[in-house]
């Protein structure tokens, strides 16, 4: 089972970047399907983005063009890039990881419970 811990949250103000970090321990994380998801306080989880086992990426409409998700297989570590932060961009950020080849499709990547492996979170805060 693999371990997940983020870190590179914080605070920052509208139109500046955070770049978020997912270390992953006890697998590889080449082999798994990876997402970053994020809830703010009193709203339900959403799927920010996805990177599967090819490359392959996905990306919520409210991010496109401003976030950028990669990963590193050497260093074994998923990114989150995000640019021109907005305040509702607030909100606790955690990544996922799974197996399930099913969160390559772009109808099924936002789906929580594709993934069973779930870090701790990092929290980033956009001030206006």
């Known amino acids: 089972q693999v371990q997940l811990v983020e870190s590179g949250g914080g605070s920052v103000q509208a139109g500046g970047s955070l770049r978020l970090s997912c270390v992953g321990s006890?697998?590889?994380?080449?082999?798994?399907?990876m997402g970053w998801f994020r809830q703010a306080p009193g709203k339900e989880h959403e799927g920010v983005a996805s990177?599967?086992?090819?490359?392959?990426?996905n990306y919520a409409d409210s991010v496109k063009g401003r976030f950028t998700i990669s990963k590193d297989n050497a260093r074994n570590t998923l990114y989150l890039q995000m640019d021109s932060l907005k305040p509702e961009d607030t909100a606790m950020y955690y990544c996922?990881?799974?197996?399930?080849?099913?969160?390559?499709?772009?109808?099924?990547?936002?789906?929580?419970?594709?993934?069973?492996?779930w870090g701790q979170g990092t929290q980033v805060t956009v001030s206006s």
């Open positions: 996922a990881v799974t197996y399930d080849l099913a969160c390559s499709r772009a109808d099924m990547w936002k789906r929580r419970s594709l993934y069973p492996n």
């Open positions: 006890g697998s590889s994380v080449s082999s798994f399907c």
């Open positions: 990177i599967d086992r090819d490359g392959a990426t």
